[in-house]
């Protein structure tokens, strides 16, 4: 079994179905009305695989090293963030800092300890993400290593696209790429957007919206994620079970949106 986990088969199946369905319409569709109708039909359903992209920066997906990095490379496609760039900047950086809004890299307040609007914020998180992951990485200079040298072999691939098909690459490739990263920020805002406490139970907004969990793999467990970032997406509705005593119900959720 190359999978750590067998729930993980059918999302990353359906995922690089996604990817080879992306290739074949780059190399098959020329018309950019029909390219940009493909941006706009499939934009929400990449938006959907940020989320599986963040479980696999916690807890990689397959037991060999070489094909994580092929999962990645076909994730970055789809969700504009590379190799360990939500190692360092979520796992290294959020979730060590997110009840200490000076220093959390997805803070939601500004300098001014006031609280960001929505659009706001997912600008901020977007145009920073980069830089931030790289600013953490400079305290693990492994994990920076490899988010620099996967970041530059992606980079290079997709000028290539660009360069062999720049309309298909654009629609297909770069402009997913970008509002990818943009809708990662945006979903990361009800997470903890207003929750200024030292309490990790009264940190986070939790969603236990059943096709919400479906659709993002149990994230909406949010407070039992922080509570034990390195357990796999799959245990985390028993996690959340065992400590929603603790969670104040105003913190709790269950519409879909």
Known sequence: ?????????????????????????????????????????????????????HHHQH????????????????????TGVTTNLWLLHHVHGHHQNYLDQTKDESRWTRKSGNQMGELEYSLNITATAYYRGFKVGLQHPKELTQFLLYTAITVAILALLVV????????IFVLPMIMGLFMTAWATYEHHAGLNTDSPYEASFNNVNRWYNLITGNLGYHTAHHHNGGLHWSKLPKLHERIAENIPNHLIRKSLI
Request: hydrophobic residues 50%.
């Open 1 to 53: 079994m190359v999978f750590k986990h067998s729930s993980d088969q059918v999302p990353v199946l359906i995922i690089l179905a996604l990817s080879g369905l992306d290739f074949l319409s780059y190399f098959s569709i020329d018309n950019p009305y029909l390219l940009g109708l493909y941006f706009y039909v499939f934009i929400i359903p990449k938006s959907a695989i940020c989320a599986w992209n």
């Open 164 to 171: 062999y098909r720049p309309v298909p690459a654009l629609f």
């Open 59 to 78: 807890a990689p997906t397959f037991r060999y090293t070489p094909l994580n990095r092929m999962l990645e490379f076909f994730y970055a496609l789809h």
